[in-house]
């Protein structure tokens, strides 16, 4: 079965960090730009991050750019996300997912597809 899992999250204090992982099933990591997404209360899913299938290049958006980390180890099929002096506009249910299309600009979010269950994030002090 075609899938990502997602795990890592929970309560963190501002300030602190959170490594997530992303666990790739029925296909291999390294065929495909992964991305990480968030999606906060009331909005809509955001692109924070995305690593190059062709040489693990990372790529983020200004609001997370210093602070996250995205990585991949492709042994074991596994995506990261390091997330470091989180603050409370961080909290969100965060995503990962493979680019499908290059039809989109590279954090459109439509690009992207065979998302998991996702896994909450909550920065509160």
């Known amino acids: 079965q075609v899938q990502f899992v997602e795990s890592g999250g929970g309560l963190v204090q501002p300030g602190g960090s959170l490594r997530l992982s992303c666990a790739a099933s029925g296909f291999s990591l390294g065929r495909f730009d992964i991305g990480w997404f968030r999606r906060a209360p009331g909005k809509e899913r955001e692109a924070l991050s995305y690593i190059s299938r062709d040489d693990g290049s990372a790529y983020y958006v200004d609001s997370v750019k210093g602070r996250f980390t995205i990585s991949r180890d492709l042994a074991e099929n596994t995506a990261y996300l390091q997330m470091n002096n989180l603050i409370p506009e961080d909290t969100a249910v965060y995503y990962c997912?493979?680019?499908?299309?290059?039809?989109?600009?590279?954090?459109?979010?439509?690009?992207?597809?065979?998302w998991g269950q996702g896994t909450q994030v909550i920065v509160s002090s």
């Open positions: 997912a493979r680019r499908l299309t290059n039809e989109y600009t590279p954090f459109n979010p439509r690009a992207f597809g065979t």
